[in-house]
């Protein structure tokens, strides 16, 4: 079983820098053909994508963070950074993490990993103006 678990949250002011790491433990079988997204939730409101990143590297990001918000991905860590720069009060949320089967990969790979699609816990990012 793979499991995420994001860490990096707290308390920042507006203008200030968080950095946002999601940390991947267990079964890695499917780790060449996943897709790496952070998500944010308000409560009381849908969650809302933030950023992507995808098997060959390619990013997205909502326009609310972009040019603001960083993803990238250690692979030797299989560890997946969210760098948040010039945090403002309506980036305040928690934070989640999630990985999920891009397609692709050998038979066994497919076998394996097909409807793969873990969430992390979640991070709280609080900021205050």
């Known amino acids: 079983q793979t499991q995420l678990e994001e860490s990096g949250g707290g308390s920042v002011q507006a203008g200030g820098s968080l950095r946002l790491s999601c940390a991947g433990s267990g079964d890695w079988t499917c780790i060449s053909v996943l897709n790496w997204n952070w998500y944010r939730q308000v409560p009381g409101t849908e969650r809302e994508f933030v950023a992507s990143m995808t098997t060959d590297g390619r990013t997205d990001y909502s326009d609310s963070v972009n040019d603001r918000f960083t993803i990238s991905r250690d692979a030797a860590t299989n560890t997946v950074v969210l760098q948040m720069n010039r945090l403002k009060s309506e980036d305040t949320a928690v934070y989640y993490c999630?990985?999920?089967?891009?397609?692709?990969?050998?038979?066994?790979?497919?076998?394996?990993?097909?409807?793969?699609?873990?969430w992390g816990q979640g991070t709280q990012v609080t900021v205050s103006s």
């Open positions: 999630n990985a999920k089967y891009a397609g692709g990969g050998g038979l066994y790979v497919r076998q394996r990993c097909l409807g793969f699609d873990r």
